[in-house]
């Protein structure tokens, strides 16, 4: 049984045929591409109206070789579609460009090495903080028991003052109780 020309499948022929279209136009895209862009490029500037000026300015330090200017030919004046108002000198000068966002400043593991010190020595007793927690300014991150030798200075001297405090306290308290029994006469 033979099926005539009118009774093929063309919807589903045409299909196949637009799907391998499209496949063999993506394999050959580098090679028709460019002429393609080419082609779109001469024809917009065949299509731009003429530019007025003839060639741009020429500036204050122009000349072969400068590295300082940019002369431009009739042929590129006219491909760039510049115009007379748009051509003046300019000055070179350094190019800045800031731009704001918000960011987060993240250690990477490993990589990173953060170092908390201690204006005195000691042992780590307690760990309060983890690895990777967000902390806050004036939040506790670990607690030291301090082993330094001027801490030890520093204890003994306050122990002395302490001392010698109570002393001057115990004389002051003999003192007053002096002079309110009159046991010391005033000499001036």
């Not at 022929?13 to 460019?34: C, N, Q």
């Not at 993240?106 to 760990?127: D, E, M």
Request: net charge positive; glycine share 6%.
């Amino acid at each position: 049984m033979q099926l005539s020309i009118s009774q093929w499948p063309w919807r589903a022929i045409r299909w196949i045929v637009g799907l391998v279209l499209i496949i063999a136009l993506l394999a050959t895209f580098s090679l028709w591409s460019g002429p393609l862009a080419r082609w779109a490029d001469a024809w917009m500037a065949a299509i731009r109206p003429t530019p007025t000026a003839e060639r741009a300015p020429p500036t204050a330090n122009a000349g072969p070789g400068a590295s300082s200017s940019l002369e431009l030919t009739p042929q590129a004046i006219q491909n760039l579609g510049l115009r007379g108002e748009f051509l003046k000198p300019i000055q070179l000068q350094t190019y800045r460009r800031t731009i704001t966002m918000p960011a987060v400043v993240v250690a990477k593991p490993g990589r990173s090495q953060i170092i908390a010190s201690s204006p005195l020595n000691g042992i780590v007793t307690h760990v309060h903080a983890v690895t990777g927690e967000a902390v806050m300014p004036g939040d506790l991150l670990f607690e030291v028991r301090l082993t330094y030798e001027d801490l030890v200075e520093s204890q003994a001297l306050y122990l002395r003052t302490i001392s010698e405090l109570q002393v001057e306290t115990r004389e002051i308290a003999r003192l007053e109780a002096a002079t309110q029994s009159g046991a010391i006469s005033g000499k001036a």
